[in-house]
């Protein structure tokens, strides 16, 4: 069978009305994607994504199936999607990656050393890079199917979206953002940032794409935490400091991955998820 649309990580079968995503054990990094696979990393990412989508309810989201056997046919039987893949409704998707900011790291690091903002936010002179912020920022990004994602401040997105549309999306993203912070603190970690997309199904706005993974948020060990420094992160900083160790100048064809470092990127996915799956299951 093949995908309909084949992307840097995950595959997607279009049913008409519904879509079936597959995460695959690729992995990308500066746009590049690599020939070796993590392995696990598919299943690891989608289990994540699925139980925080089931522990915020409340919230429409787009999944309908995530049990194969549940499958329409032919794809009961592809048995290598096992916890890969999710059947989901075929929603039409807001073009901004809603993105949420606790601290001051990565990308936001280094918009604020240059003029004191993110986003077009202006915060506080002198925080130091990992700082927590006043309180969380909405920070939006434009999505572009070719080349990267554009960074725009709040008042682009409205624009382009209206008002009360603008509105809902930052206050669903900064709840979901508060609500999971607060929950992984419970077992030791920070939640530096993330981000979140959505869609409109039936005149609904519903929650797509995945969420709380180590693929679209930055976690932190809370005893690894110390201002001016980027703390160790469960996200692909691995695999981006490990490029930064090498010669390769990030262009296509990548270089090779020794087995040893993808042995670590699937061990840390591995530790990633039993962390929040013991926090999930607090009351």
Request: charged share 30%; with cysteine.
């Amino acid at each position: 069978m093949i995908p309909s649309y084949r992307g840097k990580v995950r595959d997607i079968y279009d049913l008409g009305d519904r879509l079936i995503i597959v995460a695959s054990d690729r992995i990308s990094a500066f746009d590049v994607v690599f020939q070796e696979l993590v392995p696990e990393k598919g299943a690891i990412l989608t289990r994540i994504s699925n139980a925080w989508f089931s522990f915020f309810k409340t919230i429409p989201n787009h999944l309908l199936e995530i049990d194969l056997n549940r499958f329409p046919e032919p794809f009961q039987n592809k048995e290598d999607w096992r916890d890969k893949a999710v059947l989901v409704k075929k929603a039409e998707r807001i073009n901004f990656e809603c993105v949420v900011r606790g601290y001051l790291s990565g990308s936001g690091w280094k918009e604020y050393k240059k003029n004191g903002m993110i986003g077009g936010l202006k915060l506080p002179k002198d925080l130091k890079e990992s700082e927590i912020l006043p309180e969380p920022i909405f920070t939006p990004a434009r999505k572009n199917d070719l080349g990267h994602d554009e960074n725009v401040n709040e008042s682009t997105m409205e624009k382009e979206i209206g008002k009360d549309l603008f509105q809902k999306l930052k206050r669903t993203s900064l709840y979901l953002y508060n609500e999971a912070s607060k929950k992984v603190s419970n077992v030791g970690l920070i939640l530096c940032d993330t981000k979140f997309e959505f869609g409109i199904w039936n005149e609904e706005v519903i929650l797509i794409d995945e969420i709380l993974t180590p693929d679209s948020s930055r976690y932190w060990e809370q005893s690894q935490y110390k201002l001016g420094i980027s703390p160790p992160s469960y996200d692909k900083q691995l695999l981006r400091n490990w490029i930064e160790s090498t010669n390769w100048d990030k262009n296509p064809p990548p270089i090779a991955l020794p087995e040893s470092l993808l042995l670590e990127l699937k061990n840390k996915y591995i530790e990633l998820e039993g962390k929040l799956n013991q926090c999930l299951l607090q009351k």
